[in-house]
């Protein structure tokens, strides 16, 4: 069966400080990857996603980055953090479905708190 | 734009008794409608899907209806549980060329009392 690995789960990072935070995907192979932000009383938001490997699409633009070196692994980095930074970050990966409107539906870590001090 | 709103915001019920969560969307070309449930600090698990040609959904105590004309769907969960305690995210796809566009709503956080 297939798993989704984030870590860590809780971070606390002082202002200005680099940030990289790590998903991994277990039992499939080539799937589509996720990075969401989800602040307090707000929806999810799409950051960035990757359709394979080095491929990265950014959604918003920000300071935060994504890389994909390796098939089911995705990071998000930061080279300084910002308050705003602040929120509950989630990966999640999605099966590549046959033809262009998959209904696949998309699997979720269980998420990074991530607090800016 | 595309939007998705769910109400209530929240939802405090008691143990056992029946309840129905709101998701109102203005999103367009539709192609799908689900509802998750996210458990505190975990992340989002789908209950249902919903295509655009039906109706209904059921999955053990929860039941997702979808009104595509009026573009309304609800979350019903009968007899409800303390492990229901959740936030419920409706999450409606939207085709596009290059793929799909998911709208994710605020979501309902939902509290169950003994």
């Known amino acids: 069966s297939q798993t989704i690995h984030q870590w860590p789960a809780t971070l606390v990072q002082p202002v200005g400080s680099p940030l990289s935070l790590e998903c991994t995907v277990e039992g499939t192979s080539n799937p589509n990857l996720y990075w969401y932000r989800q602040a307090a009383g707000r929806g999810l938001q799409l950051l960035f996603y990757?359709?394979?490997?080095?491929?990265i699409s950014s959604e918003v633009p920000q300071n935060l980055s994504a890389s994909r070196p390796q098939d089911r692994q995705f990071i998000l980095s930061s080279k300084k953090l910002l308050l705003s930074d602040s929120g509950f970050y989630l990966c999640?990966?999605?099966?590549?479905?046959?033809?262009?409107?998959?209904?696949?539906?998309?699997?979720f870590g269980d998420g990074t708190r991530l607090s800016i001090l | 734009k595309n939007q998705v709103e769910q109400s209530p915001q929240s939802l405090i019920i008691l143990e056992g008794k029946n309840c129905t969560l709101q998701c109102n969307y203005t999103v367009s070309p539709f192609s799908n409608l689900r509802w998750y449930k996210q458990d505190t600090g975990r992340g989002p698990v789908s209950l249902t899907i919903m295509t655009f040609s039906e109706n209904t959904k059921s999955n053990g105590r929860y039941t997702a209806t979808l009104d595509a004309d009026t573009k309304q769907s609800s979350l019903h969960i009968t007899a409800s549980q303390l492990s229901d305690s959740a936030s419920y995210i409706c999450?409606?796809?939207?085709?596009?060329?290059?793929?799909?566009?998911?709208?994710f709503g605020k979501g309902t956080s939902l509290l169950v009392t003994p």
């Open positions: 999450v409606v796809s939207a085709r596009s060329n290059s793929g799909y566009a998911l709208n």
């Open positions: 999640a990966w999605r099966a590549k479905g046959t033809g262009l409107y998959s209904n696949q539906p998309q699997h």
């Open positions: 990757s359709v394979g490997i080095g491929q």
